[in-house]
C-alpha cells in the first residue's frame, strides 16, 4: 500500500493545524487539562520524539492504534508528558459541558465574527476551556 500524506493545498483539514491552535492547545495542557489518551484523538509531538513522519503538517499525529502508540512511548503517562491533545470541535465541545461553561458563552463564537477563519470557532472554544480550567479543577 502506497502511503499518501495529507495535502494542505488538495485536502480538507480534519481540524486546524495553525501554529495558533498548537500553542493554545499547549496552553490547556500547562492549565491541567487532564487527557487519557485513546484512539480518535489528536496529539501534536512538539518535541519530535515521533521517530516516524507523521502524515499531518507540524508533526501532528492520529490515534488510529494504541498499541503503535504505546510501542513508541511504553506508557500512557509517557504520552501525556510527550504529546500534547489537540481537542476536536466536538471534544472540545464536550469538555465545556464538563466544565459547565455557560451555553451562551459558546454562542457568542458566531457573533461579532469571532469565527473569522475555518479554525476560528475551535481557538474561542480553547480559550473558554483555559479561562475555566484556571478557575476550577478539573
Request: hydrophobic letters at 45%; a negative charge; aromatic letters at 12%.
Amino acid at each position: 500500500m502506497t502511503k499518501t500524506p495529507f495535502d494542505p493545498a488538495a485536502d480538507l483539514a480534519p481540524l486546524p493545524f495553525e501554529t495558533e491552535h498548537l500553542d493554545a492547545a499547549k496552553h490547556l495542557k500547562a492549565c491541567g487539562l487532564p487527557w487519557t489518551p485513546h484512539v480518535g484523538c489528536f496529539v501534536w509531538d512538539e518535541n519530535t520524539f515521533i521517530k516516524v513522519a507523521s502524515p499531518f503538517p507540524n508533526r501532528i499525529y492520529f490515534i488510529l492504534s494504541m498499541a503503535r502508540f504505546l510501542n513508541i512511548f511504553n506508557t500512557i503517562e509517557n504520552m501525556q508528558n510527550h504529546l500534547v491533545w489537540l481537542p476536536t470541535w466536538h471534544q472540545a465541545r464536550l469538555l465545556c459541558a464538563h466544565l459547565e461553561i455557560d451555553n451562551h458563552k459558546i454562542s457568542d463564537i458566531f457573533a461579532e465574527s469571532r469565527a473569522a477563519s475555518a479554525g476560528g470557532d475551535l481557538l474561542f472554544l480553547y480559550n473558554l476551556l483555559a479561562e475555566a480550567l484556571k478557575q476550577k479543577k478539573f
